[in-house]
T-cell receptor, first 111, second 117 residues
Framework: GQQLNQSPQSMFIQEGEDVSMNCTSS?????WLWYKQDPGEGPVLLIA?????ELTSNGRLTAQFGITRKDSFLNISASIPSDVGIYFC???????????FGSGTKLNVKP | DARVTQTPRDKVTEMGQEVTMRCQPI?????VFWYRQTMMQGLELLAY????????DSGMPKDRFSAEMPDATLATLKIQPSEPRDSAVYFC???????????????FGPGTRLTVL
């Protein structure tokens, strides 16, 4: 089963607001990934993180690999309507050599 | 623009029928994953291959599911016989894993929406 806890489950925000979501794990991960999924499509990779403490940006998106290796967050600044979708975190552990996905954060942006 | 492709996009079938889903990974990628997504379970890893060899299929019901890579450009996921509880969206993803490193980035296809009546 999944080892990742992703929160919040859903968010309703106003256009222009900043958004933050995070994932925590019961075990150490070696890689953290953040994906966005639009309806009827597959998840699209947004940001990949490989080192503890790493902070990476992709446009208005910023993600960090937690120092403990057990968590990661994704921030979206100045949200716009096209940010609507479901955001997934995913972590990989060398120990189990498996990928685990969070349950997703559904983001709704009101114009 | 390299993408993972999947066929069919939609499949409706009756219980007991065989279903085959196909995936073409991004050219040059050496790792292929099969996932199943449902509202209740989220994204579940069914199986993955590296250099066409199956590395892990522990997430797959062995009695009815099978996954193969006949060649580097084609991965298949087969369900025989299909059951209503198999209804889900099945995603294929591919990635390039450098020698000596673990899994990292995965790129997803658009999915096959399977409905078993």
């Amino acid at each position: 089963g999944q080892q990742l806890n992703q929160s919040p489950q859903s968010m309703f925000i106003q256009e222009g607001e900043d958004v933050s979501m995070n994932c925590t794990s019961s075990s150490i991960f070696n890689t953290w990934l953040w994906y966005k999924q639009d309806p009827g499509e597959g998840p699209v990779l947004l940001i990949a993180l490989y080192k503890a403490g790493e902070l990476t940006s992709n446009g208005r998106l910023t993600a960090q690999f937690g120092i403990t290796r057990k968590d990661s967050f994704l921030n979206i600044s100045a949200s716009i309507p096209s940010d609507v979708g479901i955001y997934f975190c995913a972590g990989h552990t060398f120990f189990f050599n498996k990928f685990y996905f969070g349950s997703g954060t559904k983001l709704n942006v009101k114009p | 623009d390299a993408r993972v492709t999947q066929t069919p996009r939609d499949k409706v079938t009756e219980m007991g029928q065989e279903v085959t889903m196909r995936c073409q990974p991004i050219l040059g990628h050496n790792t292929v994953f099969w996932y199943r997504q449902t509202m209740m379970q989220g994204l579940e890893l069914l199986a993955y291959f590296r250099n066409r060899a199956p590395l892990d299929d522990s997430g797959m019901p062995k009695d009815r599911f099978s996954a193969e890579m006949p060649d580097a450009t084609l991965a298949t996921l087969k369900i025989q016989p299909s059951e209503p509880r198999d209804s889900a969206v099945y995603f294929c993803a591919s990635g390039l894993v450098p020698q000596g490193r673990g899994l990292n980035e995965q790129f997803f296809g658009p999915g096959t929406r399977l409905t078993v009546l």
